[in-house]
């Protein structure tokens, strides 16, 4: 099996999500949190309250684990088109594979990517939306001190499926959205590309970017169940599953709370995807 797929995963996923972040950040907290009037209130409120360093909670944990995970994604989905094609990367190019391959592909990677990343996406997420400023002597400390000290405390106090609320519904988000998310990309890098060349610079680019735009169109309603999930239980808990929380969400705040963090969601996709694909496709050329 292959390896530099993996590798060029985790490289462009570290690089797409110190990008990411602070968009990732505001989002979590519109979906789970209710004090804020909007995107622009959000971000207000987040400076004022922890500074600038308040959008950047829960990353260095996401650097060394969800970064792999990224490369989990990549690495399946590269693998199981040269199962499927029987084409390696640089062979795609001058035999397409057709848009079933790919996105079935895709969801085999997907499915892997939410396996691995229950955990750690849990333990981000929870740290995220801790509102608390920097420490300051005699100031109360925050819940959870690190994300070591976070999994150790959800371990402790949840049991090990607590280390995997909301792991149904992240698995649902990202199966069908990631298989979605290949296809795009591929439609847009033929469509802008002469048959059997790499495409270029800006064709990634614009490629990668509407390929995280359409892929998040179509997961942010299960992004807002699978962050809620991940959230019950805290203080206490809300919801008896996944469907409860999808009836008590509609019932509760109508059907726009499904939609919530969309626009910050694309805003934040395409220069994620657009910068992790351009350097996927980079490190593969170089190393082949």
């Not at 209710?34 to 209130?41: K, L, M, R, S």
């Not at 990353?59 to 499927?84: D, E, Q, W």
């Not at 270029?200 to 390929?211: D, E, I, Q």
Request: proline share 7%; hydrophobic share 40%.
């Amino acid at each position: 099996m292959p390896v530099e797929e993996f590798v060029a995963g985790w490289i462009s996923g570290a690089l797409g999500l110190v990008l990411g972040h602070p968009f990732d950040t505001v989002k979590v907290r519109l979906q789970t949190q209710t004090t804020y009037q909007g995107i622009t209130d959000c971000m207000v409120k987040i400076y004022r309250h922890e500074s600038i360093l308040g959008f950047f909670k829960g990353m260095s944990f996401p650097i060394a684990s969800i970064a792999v995970v990224n490369s989990v994604l990549f690495g399946v989905y590269s693998n199981s088109l040269l199962a499927l094609t029987a084409t390696s990367h640089r062979e795609r190019r001058a035999q397409p594979p057709s848009y079933t391959h790919v996105f079935i592909a895709g969801c085999a990677g997907g499915f892997m990517q939410a396996y691995c990343l229950a955990p750690f996406d849990l333990i981000k997420v929870r740290l995220q939306n801790q509102t608390e400023p920097r420490a300051k002597p005699g100031s109360p400390p925050p819940r959870y001190r690190g994300p070591v000290h976070c999994a150790t405390s959800i371990f402790q106090k949840e049991g090990p499926r607590g280390l995997f609320r909301g792991a149904w519904a992240l698995t649902l988000r990202d199966t069908p959205t990631l298989g979605i998310y290949f296809v795009t990309y591929e439609a847009l890098c033929r469509q802008g590309t002469p048959e059997g060349q790499n495409p270029s610079s800006s064709t990634v680019l614009v490629a990668g970017g509407f390929a995280g735009i359409t892929s998040w169109i179509t997961a942010t309603p299960l992004d807002v169940i699978k962050s809620r999930m991940q959230m019950d239980g805290l203080t206490r808990k809300a919801y008896q599953g996944l469907l409860d929380c999808v009836v008590s969400s509609m019932r509760q705040e109508g059907p726009g709370v499904f939609f919530r963090g969309l626009t910050i969601n694309s805003a934040r996709a395409f220069p994620v995807n657009a910068v992790t694909f351009l350097s996927y496709e980079y490190l593969l050329r170089w190393w082949g």
